[in-house]
Structures are given as structure tokens and as C-alpha cells.
């Protein structure tokens, strides 16, 4: 599995032998190459969003810490220790959630009231496994990296989830569901399965520009 920094993690029970490991590597090349996630290394003046990250004073017992349009990393860290790296990636993530909050909430709700589609609870959180998931509870969560996606990927993620609210699984009578709300949903479905849900450095979405 590929951690939140693009580093492959292998874990095993400890009665596994390493041939064992290294044999169920080789099977699953392909599978392990195909989910591959762009490696993601912090450095002093990268930008997340509309945050930069700086080398500097901290406050007491806080290495890493968000101050206004800034991510301020203690002078006592250095940027290639991984424990660095996973300390801001920590808030980095926090700041892309706040921010995509402002936009991906409003036009879910946009798009649950043109569908008449009404979820129980909607959220925005940082996962980097799916894009979005729709619970037996009505429910709703979505990626908060899915603002780094176009606009008509982003609806495409919000109409998917909302169709699961009555169809609860990928059968038949879901798609036929999202094919309602979505004509173009299969090319989309094909486009979204070539993109990971991830951080993007240096990288400001043009949609929270119209976003107050």
C-alpha cells in the first residue's frame, strides 16, 4: 500500500517469510504499478493552495504549525526526515480540507436540490483512498482532493454518490440511476479511474477563486 508521501508500505505477519513477500510482490506488479501515487516531498517554500510552507519559529511544543496563510515548520526539523514529512503533510492536508470545504459543499448541495436527492449528513474530508462514499446511513463523504479535479469530474464524483442513495451498490439499477443524473457518466468513469485522490503542491484550483 502506498502511504499519503507516495512510499510503498509492506506489511506482514511476522510468520511470513521474506521469500514469501517478495513472491507476492512479483505477482502483483502490475497491480502495485498501476496504483501508484505521485511521491509528495515537502520543501520550504512549496505552496499548498494558497499556504506556504516556511522554516521558522514555532510555537512551544509545536513542530509544525498553520498560522494564517502559512505553514510554519520549526527550524529544528529537517525537510528529509520522514517523521517532517508526515508532520506537515498532517497539516497540509488539514488546509486543503478547509479550503475545498467552501466549494464542494455548496455545489453538492447545488446538486442535491436539481436532483431532488437529499443526503443525511454530507462531509468533506481528506481521503486518499476514494473520491467519495455514500453510507447504508445516507450519509455522504467526499474527498477534499477532489478539488483538484476539473469541474465536470468533481459533479460527476457528487452524482455518483447521490445516485447511491437509492441504489446502495453497482448494479444495473444504479448505473441505469446515474445515467439520469449524468448522460456522460461511462467516459467520465473511465477518465476518473486513470486519477488518485491526492495532494498537489504549488497548485491553486481556479474554482475556489469564485468561492467567498
Known amino acids: 500500500m502506498y502511504n499519503k508521501l507516495g512510499v510503498l508500505e509492506i506489511r506482514a505477519p511476522k510468520r511470513i517469510p521474506f521469500r514469501g513477500i517478495i513472491a507476492f510482490l512479483e505477482a502483483n506488479l502490475s497491480w502495485i504499478k498501476s496504483h501508484k501515487v505521485e511521491s509528495m516531498i515537502f520543501k520550504s517554500g512549496d505552496r499548498v493552495i494558497n499556504h506556504q510552507i516556511i522554516q ?61 436527492l437529499r443526503p443525511e449528513f454530507l462531509r468533506v474530508r481528506a481521503m486518499n483512498s476514494r473520491w ?21 469530474l468533481i459533479d460527476y464524483v457528487i452524482r455518483h454518490e447521490l445516485a447511491h442513495l437509492k441504489q446502495l451498490n453497482h448494479s444495473d439499477k444504479f448505473w441505469r440511476q446515474l445515467a439520469d443524473l449524468d448522460q456522460n457518466y461511462s467516459a467520465k468513469t473511465k477518465r476518473l479511474k486513470r486519477l488518485r485522490p491526492q495532494l498537489k503542491l504549488n497548485t491553486t484550483p481556479n474554482l475556489l477563486g469564485d468561492v467567498q
Open 56 to 116: 521558522g519559529s514555532t510555537e512551544p511544543n509545536k513542530l509544525v504549525v498553520l498560522r494564517d496563510d502559512r505553514i510554519i515548520v520549526s527550524g529544528e526539523l529537517d525537510f528529509d526526515e520522514v517523521q517532517t514529512q508526515q508532520l506537515i503533510h498532517k497539516i497540509a492536508a488539514r488546509v486543503v480540507t478547509d479550503e475545498s470545504k467552501k466549494y464542494l459543499l455548496q455545489r453538492a448541495e447545488d446538486l442535491s436540490k436539481k436532483h431532488k
Open 132 to 152: 467519495g462514499s455514500c453510507s447504508s446511513k445516507k450519509r455522504i463523504s467526499l474527498s477534499s482532493y477532489l478539488i483538484f479535479l476539473p469541474e465536470d
